[in-house]
């Protein structure tokens, strides 16, 4: 079955820049989508289309794609960040496979 | 205001059946594919099945395959879940999600991207006797 990989966890001092990697083999084939999730809430799309921001999110949120490499990054971290965040894409073989990633947890220190 | 509101969750006894609800407000309902994910407690989040649009194709993920089917009235603006032969292991927090507006393919078919851009604040399963 398709797995996306991500780190457990990513610690970051306030004001600097986190990065959070999702590797998979079938990326460079698909888009990667990016969820934020803070404790008792629902997931919020961060990122769309490996790079794409929603209306509404910072602009220190940015997505970037390499071969079977995805990663988040977040410039300027803010104590608000600190949150689980999840990966997601989807494949076809026949029919859709949607799979996420197992989360990060980031810390802002 | 675009928003998704679950309800249905509850307390069954492994092997029993519920049915999930969705109901979707703000947008045109059968234009877009919906999505169920869940989330165990302290854990992940898991993608249950998908929908498109007009209902004619449904994905399940392996865990739930032949188990669950999902649905849409898209005259009532309202996606479902139903599960049956619940287990243990099916005790989550469910979200219903609606996906992003779909496009045209290389070959002109059009398709989604079976993602999230919309959540709702999630219905509770228990699976307990």
């Known amino acids: 079955s398709y797995e996306l990989t991500q780190p457990p966890s990513v610690s970051v001092s306030p004001g600097q820049t986190a990065r959070i990697t999702c590797s998979g083999d079938?990326?460079?084939?698909?888009?990667a989508f990016w969820f934020k999730q803070k404790p008792g809430q629902a997931p919020t799309l961060v990122i769309y289309?490996?790079?794409e921001r929603p209306s509404g999110i910072p602009e220190r949120f940015s997505g970037s794609s390499s071969g079977t490499t995805v990663t988040l990054t977040i410039s300027g971290v803010q104590a608000e960040d600190e949150a689980d965040y999840y990966c997601?894409?989807?494949?076809?073989?026949?029919?859709?496979?949607?799979?996420f990633g197992g989360g990060t947890k980031l810390t802002v220190l | 205001e675009v928003q998704v509101s679950e309800s249905g969750g509850g307390l069954v006894q492994p092997g029993g059946s519920l049915r999930l609800s969705c109901a979707a407000s703000?947008?045109?309902?059968?234009?877009?594919?919906m999505s169920w994910v869940r989330q165990a407690p302290g854990k992940g989040l898991e993608w249950v099945s998908g929908?498109?649009?007009?209902?004619?194709?449904?994905y399940y993920a392996d865990s739930v395959k032949g188990r669950f089917t999902i649905s849409r009235d898209n005259s009532k603006s309202t996606l479902y879940l139903h599960m049956n032969s619940l287990r243990a292991e099916d005790t989550a927090l469910y979200y219903c999600?609606?996906?992003?507006?779909?496009?045209?393919?290389?070959?002109?078919?059009?398709?989604?991207?079976?993602?999230?851009?919309?959540w709702g604040q999630g219905t509770t399963v228990t699976v307990s006797s």
């Open positions: 703000g947008f045109t309902f059968s234009s877009y594919a």
């Open positions: 289309k490996d790079s």
């Open positions: 079938a990326l460079p084939k698909q888009y």
């Open positions: 999600a609606k996906d992003l507006e779909g496009y045209y393919d290389s070959s002109g078919y059009y398709t989604y991207y079976y993602t999230m851009d919309v």
């Open positions: 929908i498109s649009g007009s209902g004619g194709s449904t």
């Open positions: 997601q894409s989807a494949y076809n073989s026949g029919t859709y496979h949607v799979v």
